[in-house]
């Protein structure tokens, strides 16, 4: 970096701060792995909580996920919006019996989640779906806690924090920060920075910035400069870890056609 803008870095930021960002060509490029393992590699540990960005089958790290099951990995916490459906995605994980709680909005599509949860072998936090997002976002900028009206007078709100605003009773629910998250983008260049495609956007990009290490899978990984800034929705500082996964596979989770004429 020039001595003026590491001047102004100082200047404007703590002393650690300029470390933290990485600035140098050579620890770009370790940011790039030949493959999931090798990415995940000296992370992974039991009773870890890992972060898995995705909805239903879009836009999940499959390959990451891959990864994770081969480790041997287990009671792991897993904060998801589901579990994938059974054989595929965190289900897989599900059938080694490698995770030990689901953070989670929704048990639907996979029986074995299901099964497990009803049988007492999972244990299983529910949150209304746009609390987990925003107990993410908050995980992600540092906010620790936060209150909404979501939940009160149900079993969601059981064991919480209750306050009175305006007349209104909210309910405090947690941020979340996780030991790693693992994101699927689109499209990545080799400092990090990350565009997602459509609805595969969905959780990823509040996932990126609540993990202690973020790990994303690209399905095209181009040089610096090579994106329009206006099109990054995740800089590269939240992004730590990339592989490279050409023709990533594309699961619909329930196919519906219509009838030919």
């Not at 995980?139 to 007349?167: N, S, Y």
């Not at 990339?242 to 196919?255: C, F, P, Y």
Request: aromatic share 6%.
């Amino acid at each position: 970096m020039p001595r003026c803008e590491k001047s102004l870095v100082s200047a404007i930021h703590p002393p650690n701060f300029s470390k933290r960002l990485q600035w140098s060509p050579a620890t770009v490029m370790r940011k790039i792995y030949s493959d999931a393992t090798s990415a995940l590699a000296g992370l992974l540990k039991d009773g870890m909580t890992v972060m898995s960005g995705g909805f239903g089958l879009c836009g999940i790290p499959e390959t990451l996920i891959l990864a994770i099951r081969e480790s041997g990995v287990k009671n792991l916490t897993v904060i998801s919006n589901n579990a994938g459906v059974d054989g595929i995605g965190l289900g897989i994980l599900l059938e080694t019996r490698q995770i030990r709680k689901m953070i989670s909005s929704y048990v639907g599509e996979n029986k074995l989640f299901a099964q497990q949860f009803l049988a007492g072998e999972l244990e299983l936090e529910f949150t209304p779906q746009g609390t987990l997002a925003e107990r993410i976002r908050a995980g992600g900028a540092g906010i620790p806690a936060f209150f909404t009206r979501t939940g009160v007078g149900t079993i969601i709100a059981e064991g919480k924090d209750l306050r009175e605003f305006d007349g209104e009773t909210f309910v405090m629910e947690r941020g979340l920060v996780a030991d790693i998250a693992i994101v699927h983008a689109w499209k990545a260049d080799t400092e990090g920075n990350l565009v997602y495609r459509k609805t595969a956007r969905n959780f990823n990009p509040m996932m990126a910035t609540a993990g202690k290490v973020t790990i994303a899978q690209v399905e095209h990984l181009v040089q610096p400069g090579q994106i329009d800034p206006d099109h990054i929705v995740t800089p590269g500082i939240f992004v730590q870890r990339l592989v490279h996964v050409q023709n990533a596979d594309k699961r619909i989770e329930q196919r519906t056609t219509r009838k030919r004429a």
